[in-house]
């Protein structure tokens, strides 16, 4: 008799140790694959914001807004200064408006030949704090038709994406 | 006798399993946390910027020069190659050939714009008869980026200057 229940005892204790083993490997298994959920969750975000940051880019450069036309022809990777001077106004004070296409980014025009050069701010939302920053250089025409003669600048649209 | 032999062989067959279950496993999971994000943005600027600057550059006009295009400089300029070109710019007060003007402003404008964004370059511009170059700048050894751009110089369409450039990977 008292054989018998010492050998159930050690049974007993037996299948409480594989309990604990088998939950600590749980534990561990959790553990490990929300690391990988984590990694790969960051991997899509970088990728996302890298997306996000060409779309605007993309926007950015077909805004109709700016883009120069010929006899309502539009002409490629061309922007008319006449037009950036209104829009950069235009932009400003309907900020909502165009939050919905920029969100969170810094675009600006540059006129880099001839020299002197010159920047116009087009919109500017950045946040007080962000954990990165994505910049896309476009060059760009700038069409001046305010001299008898049409004249191209050479010119770069700057679009900064920020993550938060 | 036979018995311990078979045994022996399903133990064997049930740890080929473990380890090819294994091995898969790792596999997998290397894939999954080892995964770099992919550059889309890098391969967009890489492929868009080229092409851009080119195109940007051959549509600007130079007050210097008669308010002629950049592709009109280098047509005059490819014309006259390898003799002197006409002195149709006029930059300070005095009178520069028109490869001249090129070699400088397409030096300058690259610099300004790739150099200043730490993005390497090669940029060419030749006739297809002659080895040398009217203008060459930079140098891209390994993997890059090429875009070409052909300018006709004579009606017959025999001269053509090509002007190319890569940015490098």
Known sequence: MKNKLKKSQIQMGESVAILFIFFILMIFGFVFYMNILKGSAKVEIEENIQLKAIGIAQKASFLPELQCSDENVRKEDCIDLLRLDAASNLIQQNHIYYFDIFEFSNIRVEKIWPPPTNTWQLYNNTPSNFSNRLSTFIPISLLNVTNDIPEYYFGTLIVEVYKR | ?169
Not at chain 2, 28 to 57: D, H, M
Not at chain 2, 72 to 78: G, L, P, S, V
Not at chain 2, 87 to 95: A, R, T, Y
Not at chain 2, 96 to 113: A, D, G, R
Request: aromatic letters at 8%.
């Open chain 2, 1 to 169: 006798m036979k018995i311990t032999k078979r045994s022996q062989m399903e133990m064997m067959g049930l740890a080929i399993i473990v380890i090819l279950v294994s091995i898969t496993m790792l596999f997998a999971i290397s894939f999954v946390v080892l995964r770099k994000p992919a550059e889309y943005k890098q391969e967009y600027t890489q492929t868009e910027l080229a092409s851009n600057i080119l195109s940007t550059l051959l549509r600007t006009t130079a007050s210097e020069c008669n308010e002629l295009s950049f592709t009109e400089i280098y047509q005059d300029c490819a014309k006259h190659y390898p003799f002197p070109s006409s002195e149709l710019c006029e930059v300070g007060g005095s009178p520069q050939s028109t490869c001249h003007f090129l070699n400088q402003t397409t030096k300058e404008i690259l610099n300004q714009t790739l150099g200043n964004w730490h993005i390497k370059y090669e940029f060419n511009a030749k006739i297809k008869s002659d080895p040398n170059p009217i203008v060459s700048t930079g140098s891209c050894p390994g993997v890059k980026k090429h875009k070409i751009y052909p300018i006709p110089v004579d009606p017959s369409g025999q001269k053509t200057v090509s002007i190319t450039l890569d940015i490098c990977s």
